[in-house]
């Protein structure tokens, strides 16, 4: 357990200096009012079936069966059931977990593909495991779940993202690690500002996706065999643009609104 502000600045420091700005106070501002918390936290659940989504996606064009492929998309059913068909299975989500072993996967057939792999199983068990904290966060802060629209975040860095094969998994990667420690320096810089249950909460996050985006890297490093910096830096810069300019509804990863 994270119990410090030193040890949240240390956690945080290699996200800060990674990210192309901090988070505008104005959007902080909002975040700590009362009438956002029930979108701060239905948009922070459909975030973590995002970000397993995406492991998922990337996971199923390493595993070569159709047998571990079709287990991928069994296992993400239920929570897309609750978020997009709106079926009211949350207390079976509530109760569900599951260990690696679950997911018995065809073994890669290179010992870069095996890390992915590993990598991937791991973020996605962690993304699931949140999402399913979330929803009891819901039910505490009685949130009922309602759909909200995507902010532009997402779609204004994957539009740079290039159409041919391995620029294309590259750039993914990349975004991916930036989406990853965009929503930790946000849950860090929650911590002071939440009361004690949400502090917890986002302290406890911290870990994992602090985590979450230095594996992305690594993974869009390991894909492209050269140097990414450029590639890094042009999503850096789009990133940072759309966190600071203004926006016109409040979501997790909103500019400050207007
Ligand atoms: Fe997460
Ligand atoms: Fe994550």
Not at 6 to 21: A, H, K, M, N, V
Not at 59 to 74: A, C, G, I, P
Not at 77 to 99: A, W
Not at 115 to 125: E, N, S, T
Request: hydrophobic share 40%; charged share 25%; net charge negative.
């Amino acid at each position: 357990m994270i119990s410090s502000r030193t040890e949240i600045d240390t956690l945080t420091q290699p996200i800060q200096r990674f990210l192309g700005c901090p988070t505008p106070p104005q959007w902080i501002e909002a975040a700590c009012r009362s009438e956002n918390l029930p979108v701060l936290l239905v948009d922070h659940l459909i975030c973590e079936l995002k970000a397993a989504q995406s492991a998922v996606y990337i996971l199923r064009r390493y595993v070569t069966d159709t047998e571990s492929s079709n287990k991928l998309l069994e296992l993400l059913k239920p929570y897309e059931d609750f978020i997009y068909r709106k079926l009211d299975n949350s207390e079976f989500l509530t109760t569900q977990s599951f260990s690696k072993s679950d997911l018995l996967l065809a073994p890669a057939t290179s010992e870069q593909q095996q890390i992915m792999m590993d990598k991937m199983v791991l973020l996605i068990k962690e993304e699931l495991h949140h999402f399913r904290q979330v929803l009891e966060l819901m039910a505490h802060y009685q949130v009922p779940y309602e759909n909200i629209s995507a902010s532009r975040y997402a779609n204004g860095l994957l539009k740079y993202v290039r159409t041919s094969e391995p620029a294309k998994q590259i750039d993914k990667l990349i975004c991916g690690a930036f989406i990853e420690a965009r929503s930790c320096e946000r849950f860090a810089a929650l911590v002071p500002h939440v009361d004690t249950r949400l502090a917890k909460f986002y302290t406890s996050l911290l870990r994992s996706e602090a985590r979450h985006f230095e594996d992305y890297l690594l993974l869009a490093e390991a894909v492209a065999g050269a140097d990414i910096s450029a590639r890094v830096a042009l999503f850096r810069a789009t990133e940072a643009e759309l966190i600071q300019s203004t926006d016109h509804e409040f979501r997790f990863h909103s500019g400050p609104v207007t």
